[in-house]
């Protein structure tokens, strides 16, 4: 049932990929948000808006939602066995998720804006 290119090796590296980028964003951002003092609100603002931060943050959004969609995806494919409750389940599963990157993307931008 899957596409021609998202089944085997493709999605395998995807999810390794993200994973990898996921744990060293999450590294990053303990060590950063440790070392500033005093944390509020406005030292936060300024994190987020400095464009290597934001840039950073934004590519963290893409990668939890792929390694998501990959990783959800698979399940489905493999669990859910009539086609049009799979496509329903993934139907969802992806509305969810663009809803989701729409909702981290403009906190992104309101805060850069701000």
Excluded: C
Aim: net charge positive.
């Amino acid at each position: 049932m899957s596409a021609p290119g998202l089944q085997g090796l493709r999605p395998w590296i995807i999810q390794r990929i993200t994973a990898v980028y996921i744990a060293v964003f999450m590294l990053y951002f303990t060590v950063a948000l440790s070392a500033v003092r005093p944390f509020s609100a406005e030292s936060w603002s300024e994190w987020v808006a400095w464009p290597g931060n934001n840039i950073g943050i934004g590519m963290f959004i893409i990668a939890v939602l792929w390694h998501a969609w990959v990783g959800i995806r698979d399940v489905v494919l493999d669990y859910v066995p009539n086609v049009v409750s799979r496509m329903l389940v993934l139907t969802l599963v992806a509305t969810v998720l663009v809803g989701s990157g729409f909702w981290g993307f403009r906190g992104l931008v309101l805060v850069v804006i701000k």
